[in-house]
């Protein structure tokens, strides 16, 4: 079955600080993959989505970037954190385009 | 452009009551309609989803939905609420013209009191 992880769980950075958040899935090929954000009390809003490795679309403009290095692997950065980026981060995968099936999330403060 | 509505923020069920969760869409194509539940600190769980077919679609843990094209809705159910169902549960639309995202709804938190 498929299995799909993010860690870390939990992060507390100061700003201007990087950030790398990891998401792998396990049990499938060629997964499309998703970073969603998740502000207090908010809904998702999603940031980056992958169809395959080295190929990222940005769905909004902002201080964050995506990577793909390996098929099922899908990495968050960002160079200088902001407050504005604290929220609970989303990774998602699907095969068939439509059905998403989400990781635990990860906590970002950013203080 | 796509839109989903959950136009209830807060819901407060007594346990053993029936519930239904409502879910709006405004989409340009034929939708794919998903429900998903959060607990606290976690991530979304799969309920049910709707493809083609059958309008009623039976998920886990006792949900269904039923989609019906003339409201542009597809709202949740479940006859009987238990405490572990309190959650955060969202509404989500995809289409297949629309590649591979799908839309979120704000989301309806459900309260379950003894």
């Known amino acids: 079955s498929q299995t799909i992880h993010q860690w870390p769980a939990t992060l507390v950075q100061p700003v201007g600080s990087p950030l790398s958040l990891e998401c792998t899935v396990e049990g499938t090929s060629n997964p499309n993959l998703y970073w969603y954000r998740q502000a207090a009390g908010r809904g998702l809003q999603l940031l980056f989505y992958?169809?395959?490795?080295?190929?990222i679309s940005s769905e909004v403009p902002q201080n964050l970037s995506a990577s793909r290095p390996q098929d099922r692997q899908f990495i968050l950065s960002s160079k200088k954190l902001l407050l504005s980026d604290s929220g609970f981060y989303l990774c998602?995968?699907?095969?068939?385009?439509?059905?998403?099936?989400f990781g635990p999330g990860t906590r970002l403060l950013v203080l | 452009a796509q839109s989903v509505t959950q136009p209830d923020i807060h819901i407060t069920v007594s346990e053993g009551a029936s519930l239904e969760l409502r879910c709006n869409y405004s989409?340009?194509?034929?939708?794919?309609l998903f429900w998903y539940v959060q607990s606290p600190g976690q991530g979304l769980q799969l309920l049910l989803k709707y493809f083609s077919g059958d309008t009623l679609v039976q998920g886990i843990k006792g949900f269904e939905a039923e989609f019906k094209r003339s409201q542009s809705s597809f709202n949740l159910r479940k006859p009987s609420v238990h405490w572990s169902d309190a959650a955060e549960y969202f509404c989500a639309v995809g289409a297949r013209e629309y590649g591979n995202k799908l839309v979120f709804g704000a989301g309806t938190i459900l309260r379950v009191k003894s």
């Open positions: 998602a995968w699907s095969v068939s385009p439509e059905t998403q099936y």
């Open positions: 992958s169809v395959g490795i080295g190929q």
């Open positions: 989409y340009g194509a034929t939708p794919y």
